[in-house]
Every structure is written in C-alpha cells, then in structure tokens.
C-alpha cells in the first residue's frame, strides 16, 4: 500500500476531521481561559498570600508540573471513579487540561508581576487605590506585556497538548484521525492529515499573537521621538 | 498653634530598617498653606520621613496625623488599632505624592493616568473628570500631550504629569520626593515653577529637594535631617543666613561648593 492522494486530500475535509478540529480549538480555548484563572489566582496566592493559602498554591503548583499531563488525565478519568468521583471525558479533558495549564502559567504570571517596577505600587498606592485597584488597574496590566509571550507559547503548547485526550477517548483532531486511519487502514495519509492540521492551528494563533503582543507594547514602543533623560 | 490648622502632624516618629534607625522621634508640624522644605544629606531619612507620612512604610511608634487622618490607625476607645489595606488606601486619596522617578504609569496615556484614580477609584463621572484633567495639563503646560505614553515624554514632562495625577485627587497635601533630582538641568525649572505655582495657590507641601533656589523663593520653613533627626528647621533666611546647628552649617558649605 503506497501513498495516495486521493485520500489524502479526500481526509482533508473529511467530517469527522473537521469535527476533531472543531473539538481542539474549542477545547483548547476553554482549558486556556480556565487554566489562565487558576494561573492568576494561583500567582496571587503564592505572592500574596498568608501562610496556608500559600502552601495551598504552591502545593498545587508543586503536583501539577511534577506529573506528566498524560497521567492526570487517566486518574481523573479513569481512576478518580474508583472513589465515587465521576467526571464525564469532555469535563475530564478540560479539568486535566486546565489544572495543569494553571499550574505553569502561574509561574509566568508571578514572573510578570515580578517584572513590574516597584514604582509603580508606590505610585499606585499613593493615588489611593487597594490592593486589589493596584492589582488590576496597575500591576496586572503592566505584568501582561511580560506574561503575552510565554502565555502565546503555552497556547501554542496547549493546542497541541489536547491530543492526549485522544487516550481518554476525546473526539479531537487526533482521535479523529486515529478513527479515519482505522476505516480504510490508510494510516499515514490521516496522520498527515492530522498534524497539518496541527500546523494551520498553530500558524494562526501564531498571527494572533504577534496582534496582541504589539497591542500591548503600544506603550512602550520605541519608534516614537523619545527625549532622553538622565536614567 | 492649634491642632486644627496643622496639615501634617507627627509626635515622636520612629521608623528603623532591622537595626538601622533611620527616623529616631521626628516631632514635625505643618500648617494648611505651608510650604516645607527638607534637605539633608543622602541616607538621612528624607525619604523614609515623606514614606512613612504616605504610610508607604509603617512606622514602628508615635504617631501620624496628616491631611485630618490618624495615618495607619484608628482610635478604639484610646487604643490604635492598625487599618486594613483598604482603610489605609481612602486615607492616602487625600494626600499627593510625587517621585524622583515619576513612576507614571507606562501602560496607559497621559490622560489615563491622571484620570484612573478619580474615575476608577472614586467612580467619578469621565466627563466631568476629564474637564478637570484637561484643566490640569494646562495648569502644568502641556495641554497638547493628552493623548502621549509617558515614554514618548521628557523627564521634565513626565514628572509634571505626575504632579498632575496627583493633583487629580484633590488632595490636601502634597509630598514631593527630590522631584528634580533625576532631570536634566535645563529641565529643572519647568518643575520647579509648577511646584512655585502650586504654593502660591495655597497648597500645603513637604518638598524633598536640594534646589536652594525653590526653598529660598517658595519655602516658609526649612528642615535639614542629620542621622534620623530634625537638627535644624527655620524660616528661610535663617537657615541660610544664621544656621544654628553645626551640620547646617556644614551641609550648605557643601551645597554652595557647587
Ligand atoms: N526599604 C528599605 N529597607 C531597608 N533599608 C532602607 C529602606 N529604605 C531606606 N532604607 C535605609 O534607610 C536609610 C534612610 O534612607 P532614605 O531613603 O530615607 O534616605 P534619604 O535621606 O532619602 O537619602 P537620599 O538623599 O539618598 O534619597 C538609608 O540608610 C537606607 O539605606
Ligand atoms: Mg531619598
């Protein structure tokens, strides 16, 4: 059986494909935005927090990058039942997805919070403003010009990363091109298929991206006539 | 001399870093419309003073009463009990602070910044905010730089934008912390005549600041610190002509070396 492109472009946009693909976008977009929450509130725990809110983050932070993504997918999936706790595989996907994506953005998070100038809280606290107005009209959004790039990398990861729901038997892109691969046996022309549809994904966030990291930049662009002072 | 008409009030202030006492009993009042100034040489606790005034730093005893607020605490039945965070923020909205290094808030236009507090915090209708900031940027002279980042600024513009965000809140006083020190000199004066104008206004302020020129022209009163304390605090030509302490002395020999 050699290589044949009937198929190969037939499997292209095939249904169920671009259902597997509908399935890792949304999928993904979905486990990022929670992971992103869990991310912050993690980062602030951990920065701001008294004593136990503070062993709570970093416990979690600590169990979430040290095991492998594929092995908190299969207990929480599969295990997890075992002690009464059922979750269905969509909710399985994105608890597993979201956990462990929260865990490595809130390192990013508390890298980018890091990175603002201590200035600037003296000056956000002069104005009046709480903790929480500093954080989020001030620290926050200066934190994110930091935090964009890596986060842009961890979504280009996460698309990625969602083919090992494919274990638990999630219909994304990669379980949908394991089941093609198995009707007509015509492997490597659905494989194919599958990571070129990986590539598109990726070279589109990748354009997305690069929109949001200049937006954020705006401020600090250098294009613009500076006049120079002593630092 | 009542306790009403003082602005700024501190009984016996001490303030250490671990074992480095850097504010050691300040007693220190200032009255509504006064301008003070304060010099004194580096690591004297100017800074650490005007912080800790600012509750940017707690102070280990006595006792703060600035802009009508019992800085940090309030009284319980004669006890002080320390205010939460949020506490703390509604008393700094009365009193403006101004930075060596402007610390504008990069992310967002000129405007912005002098209007997010007003509008964010005391959720100010933007109309009538706006008015005033746009009123603002023409008291410092700059009213064409709404619309500017703070990078795209001077020094000397960036640290007349941050008089104006603090300007925006209204405040009963204003703390300036060497305000020209990280300028340009030919930028200094566009600073420094805001800060004449603003006196001359009645503002009270506590001004941090080697520039002898402003203390002579714009000061009631001033302070010089030597190791933590107040060594010596008179009107102007006092100070300058008739020093009573020896660091005085000293310091303006040094000052008028160069
Ligand atoms: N956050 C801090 N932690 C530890 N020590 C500090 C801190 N802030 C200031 N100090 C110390 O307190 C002393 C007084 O500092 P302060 O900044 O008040 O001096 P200053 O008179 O403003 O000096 P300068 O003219 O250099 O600004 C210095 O010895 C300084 O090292
Ligand atoms: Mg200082």
């Known amino acids: 059986m050699s290589w044949s492109w009937p198929y190969f472009f037939d499997y ?15 999928l993904s977009i979905i486990s990022m935005v929670i992971g992103l929450a869990l991310g912050i509130l993690a980062a602030l725990m951990k920065m701001y927090g008294n004593g136990l809110l503070r062993y709570i983050a970093e416990f979690y932070i600590w169990l979430f990058r040290g095991t492998p993504i594929l092995i908190q997918l299969v207990i929480i999936y599969t295990g997890l039942p075992q002690l009464g706790i059922r979750f269905t595989v969509i909710e399985s996907c994105i608890l597993g997805l979201a956990l462990n994506e929260g865990a490595y953005l809130a390192e990013i998070i508390r890298a980018g919070i890091m990175s603002v100038d201590k200035g600037q809280e003296d000056a956000s606290r002069a104005v009046g403003m709480n903790w929480r107005e500093r954080m989020w009209l001030v620290i926050l959004p200066q934190a994110t010009r930091t935090i964009i790039p890596p986060l842009g990398n961890q979504f280009n990861g996460m698309l990625k990363t969602t083919s090992l729901c494919s274990v638990i038997s999630m219909q994304e892109l990669m379980r949908s091109a394991q089941m093609i691969a198995q009707i007509q046996f015509r492997v490597l022309e659905a494989y194919c298929i599958a990571a070129l549809w990986y590539l598109l994904l990726v070279s589109i966030w990748g354009l997305i991206q690069a929109r949001i990291e200049a937006y954020y930049e705006k401020p600090f662009g250098s294009e613009e006539a500076t006049v120079s002072d002593k630092p | ?35 003070v100034v304060i010099c004194g040489r580096s690591g004297s606790g100017k800074s650490t003073l005007l912080r800790c005034i600012d509750q940017l730093e707690k102070i280990d005893s006595g006792e703060i009463r600035a802009a009508g607020h019992l800085m940090g605490f309030r009284e319980v039945r004669g006890k002080l009990v320390s205010l939460s965070d949020a506490a703390v923020a509604r008393q700094q909205r009365d009193i403006g602070m101004v930075f060596q290094n402007f610390n504008l808030f990069p992310h967002v236009s000129v405007l912005e910044n002098i209007m997010l507090a007003p ?82 206004a009645g503002m009270t302020m506590i001004v941090v600041t080697h520039e002898m020129g402003f203390a002579r022209a714009a000061a009631d009163r001033v302070i010089l610190m030597h190791n933590a304390s107040i060594v010596e605090d008179a009107v102007p030509q006092e100070f300058f002509e008739n020093p009573k302490s020896e660091h005085t002395k000293l310091f303006l020999s040094k000052i008028l070396q160069h």
Do not use: C, H
């Open chain 2, 119 to 200: 509008t964010k915090i005391l959720k100010r209708s933007r109309s009538e905010v706006e008015q005033e900031a746009l009123a603002l940027l023409e008291k410092v002279g700059l009213p064409d730089k709404r619309n500017a980042y703070p990078r795209q600024l001077s020094g000397g513009q960036q640290q007349r934008i941050a008089i104006a965000r603090a300007l925006a809140m209204k405040p009963k006083l204003m703390l300036f912390d060497e305000p020209t020190s990280a300028l340009d000199p030919e930028m200094i004066s566009e600073v420094l005549d805001v800060m004449v104008d603003l006196s001359k």
């Open chain 1, 12 to 26: 292209m946009t095939n249904g169920l494909m671009l259902k597997g693909v509908w399935v890792t976008i949304w």
């Open chain 2, 1 to 35: 001399m009542s306790d009403i008409e003082n602005v700024v009030s501190l009984k016996n202030v001490k303030k250490a870093f671990g074992k480095n006492v850097v504010l050691d009993g300040i007693d220190l009042n200032v009255r509504k419309g006064e301008v």
